[in-house]
């Protein structure tokens, strides 16, 4: 079969993929100079005070993906519920914090004015758009729409993780904005990012460098946290298996505690079974470590609402 040479082109691509890995992207990284260690006792007591940020969930966008990148399907309680792998709908979140004295933040970033129907601008490489079918995601409402309601502007940028579905609303932020991340996201090496790197660093583009939080691991603690402003009003907690650096964010709203688990939980039926994600996932026992850590907080804590990655709870 003679191919063309676009096709070529897209096979020598994917042939680079498999001889070698790469890092997820080519951004420097430098450490965090907001938050500051703290520990798993002072978020829970943190509870127990007025919640003082506004929190708003977006639904930035719609899509579906195979249920076995979401969800252990070999996991015992999936076999036995006759789970099958199937495109599964999902959806994109962004969330919006309003500090009273910090400014407005956002976990995750939603999606940009690129995905539009008809834009002519794509970050994303032809590989990324057919491996990850990214050409489904329907678009309900772009970053730049939800950020210029945002009083003083976006002032940074909480990422759950780097992953290519939790950074396409980089672009419509504005040039220097601050992007935060967990430690190692940046530099693992696989063989996938060999061809996603290039889209991951143009969608990472505005952000220019990116700031790792600096968690410390200590002796007895069920996870290492940050307090984001020193205040007890939003904290980081290292939460890793889906990648190294995964980021769960707790918030103490004015609505009450929200736990953002990212993607240490994508879906609903993950959490309420308490089965850890499935192949989209580089360590699976890292990965049941951590969600069984963010579950038993919210059990202890049941005013805690849940945000899972890429589903919402019915109430
Ligand atoms: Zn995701």
Known sequence: MKLKPFKQGVLALAAAAVLSGCDTTTLKTIPSELGKTSSMAELKASLAKPGTVE??????????????????????????????DRQEPIEIYLYSLQHPTRGAFLVDSGVSEKLLPGSTESDLSYLVKMGMGTDAIKVNRTTKSISSELAGGVQGVFLTHIHIDHILGISDLPVGIEVFIGPGDARLNNLTNAAVQGSTDRLLVNAGVLREWQFEESEGEQASVIDIFGDGSVWAIHSPGHTPGTTAYLINSTEGPQLLTGDACHTRWGWEHQVEPGSFSVNPEQSVVSLNMLEGLVKAFPQITVHMGHQSLIE
């Not at 639904?59 to 309680?77: F, M």
Request: proline share 3%.
């Open 55 to 84: 929190f708003t969930k977006h639904l930035s966008a719609n899509w579906a993906i195979n249920l076995s990148g979401l969800l252990n399907l070999e996991h015992p309680k999936a076999v036995k519920a006759g789970l099958e």
